[in-house]
């Protein structure tokens, strides 16, 4: 198993799905990768011990986008100048599509992760997070996915073994950025409890 160094041995990757995804109306789009969420997401993942995060697109301006980002700050000056970027980017890869992705998360934890998506509203096969922490904690693998503009297409969900709870806050706005909600999601499943 890859494994970053000083980490622990929580099985968990997680994929920023750009396309397919649903617009305002459900109409299956493919969305734009942002700096911010590359970045952020990146620094989210390292945090909590996420072993690879996947940016995933089919769109090739957009992949060359991201490996630019990557090169900036992996070998490039970025890598010098600020350390600490490096070492949260070091875990970012480019798929092209949901199938390379779980493709190249079963080979890495030599079974195929139990895939579990996120969304904005609730879903008869939802898996409470305190029932998905201690499946990590007995070394099950995970593959979380996170859809991007209105959220993941239904050929997604449809491909999936369960669904998080939704990130609901107090009343009936909910409209967190993805990054945010990968946040909050992660500390959930892998915060320290103490």
């Not at 491909?159 to 939704?166: K, Q, Y």
């Amino acid at each position: 198993m890859s494994r970053i160094e000083g980490q622990n041995s929580i099985c968990i990757d997680l994929a920023l799905i750009h396309h397919p995804v649903c617009n305002r109306v459900g109409e299956i789009i493919g969305s734009a990768v942002t700096n911010l969420d590359l970045h952020d997401i990146a620094r989210a993942g390292r945090t909590f011990g996420v072993d690879t995060y996947s940016v995933v697109t089919p769109y090739e301006d957009q992949v060359v986008l991201v490996q630019e980002i990557l090169d900036h700050w992996l070998t490039g000056y970025g890598a010098s100048r600020n350390p600490d970027r490096k070492e949260a980017l070091s875990i970012v890869d480019i798929r092209r599509d949901f199938d390379e992705v779980l493709d190249a998360a079963t080979e890495k934890w030599g079974v195929r992760p139990t895939v579990l998506a996120t969304c904005a509203r609730l879903r008869p096969d939802t898996l409470q997070y305190e029932q998905a922490r201690q499946r990590l904690e007995q070394g099950e693998p995970m593959l979380l996915l996170f859809g991007t503009a209105w959220g993941l297409a239904p050929e997604i969900l449809s491909r999936v073994d369960g669904t998080l709870p939704p990130v609901l806050g107090h009343g009936t706005y909910n409209h967190l950025s993805v990054r945010s909600a990968v946040s909050i999601i992660l500390d959930r499943l892998l915060g320290n409890r103490d």
